[in-house]
């Protein structure tokens, strides 16, 4: 069975950096890609960004260049995301997701999620 | 305000049917396929339609998913209390170079 498992909760100090990993099972790691989607409290979904996990290729949301991270170690089947210059605005639960499926990357789907990792920025 | 705009919440009575709408444009769901996700409170998303209208296995198919032009929207068909959840539409966008997702709706189940 697919499945992905993150890391757990993270408290920072705003201007500090969260890495945020996802270690999946289940099937052959490097044929999907893993994307990163946030959703900050009460809020909807927000896309962050994508890495295939075959060749370290991203894709990050330009409102994130810059400041976001995603990586990934074949050998131990695990992805990551690290964010840097945290703000308020930061607090979210951030999810990995496996994605793939499509005949071509605009058909892709999301599917499974990881359990979701809150990250908290208070001073 | 989101890109794929939803209505923010619906409701029903059991054994109802039910439908969600979620509007696009020719960057996203024009020409790209649209994708449902289910999230139970306090929970992750789950994938509830892919390619417009495919249900993964183990989906009821009392959930139903179809898209015409720039819309899309999700049936639900003989509503029931374990449905109550939000609801988010999402699509590539090709404009904008990012996958998109609607606001959300909340489902009630009355």
């Known amino acids: 069975q697919v499945h992905l498992v993150q890391s757990g909760a993270e408290v920072k100090k705003p201007g500090a950096s969260v890495k945020v990993s996802c270690k999946a099972s289940?099937?052959?790691?490097?044929?999907?890609?893993i994307s990163w989607v946030r959703q900050a409290p009460g809020q909807g979904l927000e896309w962050m960004g994508w890495?295939?996990?075959?060749?370290?290729?991203?894709n990050y949301a330009q409102k994130l260049q810059g400041r976001v991270t995603m990586t990934t170690d074949t050998s131990s089947t695990t992805s990551y995301m690290e964010l840097r210059g945290l703000r308020s605005g930061d607090t979210a639960v951030y999810y990995c997701?496996?994605?793939?499926?499509?005949?071509?990357?605009?058909?892709?789907?999301?599917?499974?999620w990881g359990q979701g990792t809150l990250v908290t920025v208070s001073s | 305000q989101s890109v794929l705009p939803q209505p923010p919440s619906a409701s029903g009575t059991p054994g109802q049917r039910v439908t969600i709408s979620c509007s696009g444009s020719r960057s996203n769901i024009g020409i790209n396929a649209v994708n449902w996700y289910q999230q139970l409170p306090g929970t992750a998303p789950k994938l509830l339609i892919y390619?417009?209208?495919q249900r993964p296995s183990g989906v009821p198919d009392r959930f139903s998913g179809s898209k015409s032009g720039t819309s899309a929207s999700l049936a639900i068909s003989g509503l029931q209390s374990e449905d109550e959840a939000d609801y988010y539409c999402?699509?590539?966008?090709?404009?904008?170079?990012?996958?998109?997702f609607g606001g959300g709706t909340k489902l009630t189940v009355l």
């Open positions: 999402s699509a590539w966008d090709d404009s904008l170079n990012v996958w998109v």
């Open positions: 390619s417009n209208n």
């Open positions: 289940g099937y052959i790691f490097s044929t999907y890609g």
């Open positions: 997701a496996r994605e793939g499926g499509g005949l071509s990357g605009s058909d892709n789907w999301f599917d499974p």
């Open positions: 890495i295939n996990t075959y060749n370290g290729n991203t």
